[in-house]
């Protein structure tokens, strides 16, 4: 699981609905097997605004009578997904999507044993809201998990590697 904090979120001034203070958007990263040096990426799955999460897998994409979601693989560089911060319009607020657009940059990793527990124990203790629980502390990273649509799109090579896959 990947996140960011942002300390105010955006607003939609033109139609007065304002942002908040605090958020938090998460990203999860689906391995077939993360012991390898360079694992496949099963899925993607993206925070949204409600909390939940949407689910982009390897495998067939999704087609409509008009359009086509692009290949998994557009969304990949090499071993990252491409992820862009964006907005959803007057009612879907703020989220993470994966995106085919090539700019940017990337971003360090820091792991939770990574770092000290001056740093791990406020984000455990950190109330920011009922809207902006930290993702990745003890007590929210195994909801966050469990709250991935697994069942969202078919895809037999993610389903072998997912209890309810």
Aim: charged residues 20%.
């Amino acid at each position: 699981m990947y996140s960011w904090y942002f300390p105010k979120d955006m607003h939609y001034s033109m139609i007065g609905i304002r942002g908040r203070r605090h958020d938090w958007v998460s990203t999860v990263v689906w391995l077939d097997n993360p012991a390898l040096e360079k694992p496949k990426i099963l899925a993607v799955s993206t925070s949204t605004t409600n909390g939940e999460y949407d689910i982009v897998k390897d495998g067939p994409p999704s087609c409509g009578r008009w359009s086509s979601d692009p290949p998994f693989t557009v969304y990949i560089n090499g071993t990252s997904p491409m992820l862009k911060y964006r907005t959803g319009g007057a009612s879907a607020g703020t989220s993470l999507a994966l995106t085919t657009e090539r700019f940017g940059e990337f971003q360090d990793l820091v792991m939770w044993e990574q770092l000290t527990e001056e740093a791990r124990g406020p984000l455990s203790e950190a109330d920011f809201g009922e809207k902006a629980k930290v993702p990745f502390i003890d007590a929210n990273f195994n909801s966050n998990l469990e709250a991935v649509p697994v069942n969202a799109t078919h895809s037999s090579t993610f389903a072998s590697h997912f209890p309810g896959g």
